[in-house]
């Protein structure tokens, strides 16, 4: 089976003033029932329950208010499940709700947990609709955006294909809404600068991200060697077109350098719980030989972290350069920092290891 990741934004599927738009979700289900049929595995990350909830709640906006959207997401949430529901059955398949937080990323073990969940939804025939759980989400720890969510979501369940449906044709040269002749990409072999400042910044009055999240969430899903497709979601039949080869949209190529899936986890999922500064040697150690972290590097750190939990390490000027999991405790580095591998277990009376970081264990940024 092939596996596929589908991302439905919250445009597509409702606005604020009329709330879900179920013939669309109905045409969207038979879309995505067509994929099934030619043996694809499929997981749907799905926006919608604020915008859904909005209607319902009389507001005539999306709020600004975190109480506001929390509540709006859980009284939206159940209606967005039901029309899926509904929609699926017609096609006799069955879905699953799964709400995630980035709790459910950064933590390895729940990480784990949630990726064997899904697979074994998709072992049984069962589509898994996946949402962030937005009523508990708050600024601090939320994915961002749907779109990055579902890059992770597309890395966690190993997908070969992520479809992101927008509701332009796909990446423009320029803004098509302000410039008439701005010519669509239909192809991108490596996101630069260049084409994140192609895709601008502006959101939509329902949604939380633009086409600039998308390309952010291509960039990240391609560093896995995951090929990228952003489509439009407002044509009906063009899933399975695009998965057969059928040009629409923008297709975004599988870097030629793919991370592995731990330093995957490390770069893109796990949360940094201190920092660690280093001196200009340990920088160029690790950016230029792919060395290990040593004590002797370390000029300060901050934080209040323990054995195994991810830090930033940050170069002489406080520019994050690598991410990786600690052998040490915030406290007993701030004891070592400085001093050689040989003296560690005379100044803390233990060694876990020569490096503070190993390299193994250590994602460049």
Not at 55 to 66: E, V, W
Not at 249 to 267: E, Q
Request: glycine share 10%.
């Amino acid at each position: 089976m092939k596996r596929l990741v589908v991302k439905i934004g919250s445009n597509i599927l409702a606005n604020g003033r009329t709330g879900l738009n179920v013939n669309r979700i109905n045409s969207l289900c038979g879309d995505i029932s067509e994929l099934i049929a030619l043996s694809y595995d499929v997981v749907v990350v799905s926006s919608g329950a604020i915008a859904a909830g909005i209607k319902k709640l009389g507001l005539k906006a999306k709020p600004a208010d975190i109480r506001l959207k929390q509540a709006a997401a859980a009284i939206g949430q159940s209606s967005l499940m039901w029309a899926y529901e509904r929609g699926f059955a017609e096609f006799n398949m069955k879905v699953a709700q799964v709400l995630i937080t980035k709790e459910d990323f950064s933590d390895r073990k729940r990480y784990i947990n949630t990726k064997n969940t899904l697979l074994t939804l998709l072992s049984y025939g069962i589509i898994p609709i996946i949402n962030e759980n937005d009523t508990v989400s708050t600024d601090e720890i939320k994915f961002g955006d749907n779109d990055n969510l579902a890059s992770l979501v597309a890395i966690l369940v190993e997908a070969d294909r992520l479809i992101i449906l927008s509701d332009v044709e796909g990446l423009y040269s320029q803004d098509p809404r302000i410039n008439a002749k701005a010519g669509l990409v239909r192809y991108v072999e490596e996101i630069t600068p260049a084409i994140e400042k192609m895709a601008g910044r502006a959101g939509s009055s329902v949604g939380s991200g633009g086409m600039y999240t998308k390309v952010l969430a291509a960039g990240i899903a391609t560093s896995h060697g995951i090929q990228v497709n952003i489509i439009s979601g407002k044509k009906k039949g063009i899933l399975a077109e695009t998965v057969q080869g059928g040009q629409h949209g923008t297709l975004f190529g599988p870097a030629k350098s793919r991370l592995s899936k731990r330093k995957g986890w490390l770069t893109y999922s796990a949360r940094s719980k201190g920092t660690v500064k280093l001196d200009n040697g340990a920088a160029r150690a690790i950016i230029e030989k792919g060395g290990s972290l040593l004590p002797s590097g370390i000029i300060s750190v901050e934080g209040n972290f323990d054995v195994g939990d991810s830090v930033s390490c940050l170069d002489a000027e406080g520019n994050r350069i690598a991410k990786g999991l600690s052998n040490y405790s915030a406290h007993d580095i701030n004891k070592i920092k400085g001093h050689k591998t040989s003296e560690i277990e005379k100044i803390l009376g233990y060694k876990y290891s020569d490096e503070v970081i190993h390299r193994d264990n250590l994602a460049l940024l």
